[in-house]
């Protein structure tokens, strides 16, 4: 049961513009999103979190989104670059105590020059 | 600061062979991790542990998977018998703790294990 969902496989984006990937879950316990950024043959990357509390957090050209009601968020790049073409996923964690990561299957994100 | 290492960085064995992948977490992290991702999805862990004990292994197939934090530092995961759909990415990552989270994770560049 995949309880975090990135429903756009992939995404195009000319450079300069906006870029937003967007991502479902369906357990109300998660708090704690994330969203990681992978390059080939690496790992992924942290990029950016936001609290339940919140509803915005920003971090330079990067934004994340939380809408809770609707179970929704979403991450907002601009301008974008070449250098954010990689894929991005989405992940949440809820208050278990055990700090485990439920990650969506990742956005592929190209960034045309 | 040294990030999550990860050895091998590829490896391929036959079915109902063992194999064995080594992670050292950021120094100071208390919280190690074990996730598996198949090719085209998220990873998904399979065992966390808080300094030598571990949190969470309800996803781990423990008839054929285990894995040790024995010094609460470095870890080894194994398979064996390895089966062919253990074909995937092994990543590691770590965090700085559980109490007073949550924290981000920290991943390593993965090892990627083919069974022919």
């Known amino acids: 049961d995949q309880q975090v969902k990135q429903n756009s496989p992939s995404l195009s984006v000319q450079e300069g513009r906006i870029s937003i990937l967007n991502c479902d879950y369906t357990n109300s316990m998660f708090d704690y999103f994330l969203w990681y950024k992978k390059y080939p043959a690496e790992g992924p990357t942290f990029l950016i979190s936001i609290s339940s509390i919140k509803d915005k957090n920003e971090d330079g050209r990067f934004t994340v989104f939380l809408n809770k009601s609707a179970k929704h968020l979403s991450l907002h790049i601009v301008p974008s670059q070449p250098g954010d073409s990689a894929v991005y996923f989405c992940a949440a964690s809820g208050q278990t105590g055990a700090n485990n990561l439920f990650f969506g299957t990742g956005t592929r994100l190209t960034v045309i020059p | 600061e040294a990030g999550v290492a990860q050895s091998p960085r590829y490896k391929i064995i036959e079915k109902r062979q063992s194999v064995a992948f080594w992670c050292n977490p950021i120094s100071g992290h208390a919280t190690l991790y074990w996730y598996q991702q198949i090719l085209g999805q998220g990873p998904k862990l399979l065992i966390q542990f808080q300094n030598n004990g571990v949190v969470d292994d309800s996803q781990l197939p423990k008839d054929r998977f285990s894995a040790e934090r024995l010094k609460g530092v470095d870890s080894t995961l194994k398979i064996q018998p390895a089966k062919l759909e253990d074909s995937a990415v092994y990543l590691c990552?770590?965090?700085?703790?559980?109490?007073?989270?949550?924290?981000?994770?920290?991943f390593g560049p993965g090892t990627r294990l083919t069974v022919t």
């Open positions: 990552a770590s965090s700085l703790s559980l109490a007073g989270g949550p924290y981000e994770q920290y």
